[in-house]
């Protein structure tokens, strides 16, 4: 089975900035891609940003230019660092992993969310 752990929500004023870290284990033999999404209330779910094990990216038009996705392969973590937040960025995000595991079977695993709200 593989696990995360998001961290680094919270409260920001609008123009703060937030870093979000996902932390995956268990038993991984490698991850390919690792995804931050958010679901803000009465709206579906949406892919933020994206990178592959290459370290290609890939983000939401509204984000562009504003957050930041990174990823260490060591620690099996990926970053979201999120800078000139807007009101509209509040929303739950929740970090998604693909991969394969120990036993050779390919996985893809959500984390718990983690809120992220930004006042006006």
């Known amino acids: 089975q593989v696990q995360l752990v998001e961290s680094g929500g919270g409260l920001v004023q609008a123009g703060g900035s937030l870093r979000l870290s996902c932390a995956a284990s268990g038993s991984i033999l490698s991850i390919n891609v690792m995804n931050w999404h958010r679901q803000a209330p009465g709206k579906q779910r949406e892919l933020v940003a994206g990178?592959?094990?290459?370290?290609?990216?890939n983000y939401a038009d509204s984000v562009k230019d504003r957050f930041t996705i990174s990823r260490d392969n060591a620690k099996n973590t990926v970053y979201l660092q999120m800078n000139s937040l807007k009101p509209e960025d509040t929303a739950v995000y929740y970090c998604?992993?693909?991969?394969?595991?120990?036993?050779?079977?390919?996985?893809?695993?959500w984390g718990q969310g983690i809120q992220v709200t930004v006042s006006s």
């Open positions: 998604n992993v693909e991969g394969v595991s120990t036993t050779f079977r390919r996985f893809g695993t």
């Open positions: 990178i592959t094990s290459g370290g290609r990216t």
